[in-house]
């Protein structure tokens, strides 16, 4: 794929939802929720401080991550779905 996110920004592929409850209901797709996990498959340089110096990205590529819900920007590339989002929207690294 040959997308680079600019500065702060990172581009992350989500996850599918679980369509089954722990009880084993199968939910709808209009019954699930937005998935707020993925992997970041691009990572932007890092914003640009007054200096001219990068501030350096606490997300790589390769990280799986939990970002807000309606965070980011869709995008579909190459028939990937994919969101843009900016590395503020991340909440946290699943480690």
């Known amino acids: 794929m040959n997308l680079k996110p600019l500065e702060d920004r990172v581009i992350v592929k989500t996850m599918e939802s679980e369509d089954v409850t722990a009880?084993?209901?199968v939910l709808p797709d209009?019954?699930?929720e937005k998935p707020q996990r993925g992997k970041v498959i691009a990572v932007g340089e890092g914003k640009l401080k007054?200096?001219?110096t990068r501030m350096p990205m606490d997300i790589a590529e390769g990280d799986?991550?939990?970002y807000s819900k309606y965070g980011g920007t869709e995008v579909k590339v190459e028939g990937e779905e994919l969101l843009i989002m900016k590395s503020s929207d991340i909440l946290a690294k699943i480690v």
């Open 50 to 52: 007054k200096d001219g």
């Open 23 to 25: 009880s084993g209901i």
């Open 30 to 32: 209009t019954a699930q």
């Open 64 to 66: 799986e991550v939990i």
